[in-house]
């Protein structure tokens, strides 16, 4: 039988410091992700979660424990390595958005695709489909500057997912903006769980809770809940 995991870590931890100085910012964790699974990684500030996701992104080196990406360990690849699967697997989603100021959102979305050796034509083709599928198709060639907090971050979500991602991974997407944009971005989040996509957000946000399968606290780097969730959800029903 095939797992169905597609994210894994295992004694999962992450030290900072040492002797009276020393943060265990993530602290023995283990987690399995199913394929199509949106989990959200809950806590207050400084309590690991952002920490937890850079280490399943690749982008921090755990100082022990192991991290698994459809049944390939990561935590021990090159950085060359990593960085091809940062590409090629995983899309990643931001508090501020990271958009290239100069470009237009198209231009920001298919650049991803563009820097994996796609061809121009298709990789234009995939980014106006994702800004359609975003609600913003006649914004395409408008310059981040041009757009609102909440249609930036549409734009950043269109971006992390231009190489079809096994996981999309959000570090605290609705931290910069208001109510009404944050509703536009839990409803896409909504979308994107019924389509099937793997997710992991880490917020301190208990709206994104609305358009999770599951919730898992954390506390001092540890994780303090794990609760699967069932019924009602953001703009509908499960």
Excluded at 32 to 44: I, S
Excluded at 91 to 100: D, T
Excluded at 136 to 145: F, G, N, V
């Amino acid at each position: 039988m095939t797992d169905p995991t597609v994210l894994r870590t295992r004694g999962l931890t992450r030290r900072y410091g040492r002797d009276s100085g020393l943060v265990r910012a993530v602290d023995d964790v283990d987690l399995d992700v199913p394929a199509g699974q949106t989990l959200a990684v809950m806590g207050p500030s400084g309590c690991g979660k952002s920490t937890l996701l850079h280490l399943l992104g690749g982008l921090q080196r755990p100082t022990a424990g192991e991290v698994w990406l459809a049944g390939n360990r990561i935590d021990t690849m090159s950085e060359r390595a990593l960085a091809r699967l940062r590409r090629d697997s995983l899309g990643f989603v931001f508090q501020s958005f990271h958009l290239m100021d100069e470009l237009t959102a198209v231009e920001n979305v298919e650049l991803a695709a563009l820097l994996a050796g796609r061809p121009p034509r298709r990789a234009r083709q995939r980014a106006l489909h994702l800004l359609d599928r975003v609600g913003l198709a006649d914004r395409a060639t408008h310059l981040p500057s041009a757009l609102s907090g909440g249609q930036r971050q549409r734009v950043a979500i269109a971006r992390a997912l231009s190489n079809e991602p096994q996981v999309v991974l959000a570090d605290e997407p609705t931290g910069n903006l208001d109510s009404a944009a944050t509703l536009e971005v839990l409803r896409l989040f909504e979308d994107l769980r019924a389509a099937g996509q793997t997710l992991v957000v880490v917020t301190h946000d208990a709206r994104i809770a609305a358009v999770a399968d599951r919730v898992v606290a954390m506390r001092d780097g540890a994780f303090a809940d794990d609760t699967r969730l069932a019924g009602t959800v953001y703009g509908g029903r499960r």
